[in-house]
């Protein structure tokens, strides 16, 4: 069965640091993979997502940044966080592009930047 | 604007009763409709969908109606219990344009079911 994993649960960092957030997804192949954020009590934002290896596509400039090295494995990070950056960060995968069957997320990274 | 509206913040019924969750959209046309449950800190569970040409559609005690005409999708859950409460989330894929293939969520609905 497939399984996702995102790691760290919770991060707190300075403004200024650098962020690298991991997820890796097991038991498929060539899946479509997304970033979203959640703020405090607000609906899911799509930051970005990616169809393959090397794939980005940005839905929000901002400061941060994704890569896909490898074909499950999908990183958000920043070269310098923001107070803004804050928030519920969470992966996910699905099968084709817009989940005709469905998301399957994370369990998520709660960053609070200090 | 694209728009994805969940009508109720927070929902509140006693236990038995069936809880009905609406979700009305603005400048979409989607191919699909979703809905999905998260418990706080986690992340969403993807419940049900629901295809542009579907009009309804269930999964045990839950149920999902689709009104492209009206721009709605009403969601059940018949017999409701304490463990259904959580926030709800309504999320739609575009059938075209520049956004299409990507999920778009509504702000959630917050359930809570007493006993």
């Known amino acids: 069965s497939q399984t996702i994993h995102q790691w760290p649960a919770t991060l707190v960092q300075p403004v200024g640091s650098p962020l690298s957030l991991e997820c890796t997804v097991e038991g498929t192949s060539n899946p479509n993979l997304y970033w979203y954020r959640q703020a405090a009590g607000r609906g899911l934002q799509l930051l970005f997502y990616s169809v393959g290896i090397g794939q980005i596509s940005s839905e929000v400039p901002q400061n941060l940044s994704a890569s896909r090295p490898q074909d499950r494995q999908f990183i958000l990070s920043s070269k310098k966080l923001l107070l803004s950056d804050s928030g519920f960060y969470l992966c996910a995968w699905s099968a084709n592009l817009g989940g005709s069957y469905g998301y399957t997320f994370g369990s998520g990274t709660r960053l609070t930047v200090v | 604007s694209q728009k994805i509206e969940q009508n109720s913040e927070a929902l509140n019924i006693q236990e038995g009763k069936t809880a009905t969750l609406t979700c009305n959209y603005t400048?979409?046309?989607?191919?699909?409709l979703q809905w999905y449950r998260q418990d706080p800190g986690r992340g969403p569970v993807f419940l049900l969908l629901?295809?542009?040409?579907?009009k309804e559609k269930r999964k045990e005690r839950l149920k999902v109606t689709f009104d492209t005409t009206l721009k709605q999708s009403l969601f059940h859950i018949t017999a409701s219990q304490p463990a259904d409460s959580a926030t709800y989330l309504c999320a739609l894929t575009n059938a075209g344009g520049t956004s299409y293939g990507k999920l778009t969520f509504g702000q959630g609905t917050i359930l809570t079911v007493h006993p």
């Open positions: 400048n979409y046309s989607p191919a699909y």
């Open positions: 629901i295809r542009e040409n579907e």
